[in-house]
């Protein structure tokens, strides 16, 4: 059964930095994209990133471009990691690490159909 294992997150002040963690387990079949999206209260989820299977192909929403970054184990492929930098309140949330087949629409929430536990990321001013 396909599990995703989330690690990292944590309560940081502005410009701080943190690395999240996300671990899949249990598919069959390769090839499968990873992403993050994450929550804020009262707010819908958004995408964050994604990177394909290869590691090479990485995708960004417009908030976090530039200050965050995914990436996958290059060995483990099963392994991605979100390093957030200059971390700023509008941050604050829930994380989800997600995973899906296919390369199409990364940004769709729906497309999505494996996640993990969330973890929370809190900035204060």
């Known amino acids: 059964q396909e599990e995703l294992v989330q690690s990292g997150g944590g309560s940081v002040q502005a410009g701080d930095s943190l690395r999240l963690s996300c671990v899949a387990s249990?598919?069959?079949?390769?090839?499968?994209?990873m992403g993050w999206f994450r929550q804020a209260p009262g707010k819908e989820r958004q995408f964050v990133a994604g990177?394909?299977?290869?590691?090479?192909?990485?995708?960004y929403g417009e908030s976090t471009k530039g200050r965050f970054t995914i990436s996958r184990d290059n060995a483990k492929k099963n392994l991605v990691f979100l390093q957030m930098n200059n971390l700023q309140p509008e941050d604050t949330a829930v994380y989800y690490c997600?995973?899906?087949?296919?390369?199409?629409?990364?940004?769709?929430?729906?497309?999505?159909?494996?996640w993990g536990q969330g973890t929370q990321v809190t900035v204060s001013s």
């Open positions: 990177v394909e299977w290869t590691g090479t192909g990485a995708y």
């Open positions: 997600a995973a899906r087949y296919g390369h199409a629409d990364i940004w769709r929430l729906s497309s999505y159909p494996y």
């Open positions: 249990g598919f069959i079949i390769k090839d499968y994209l």
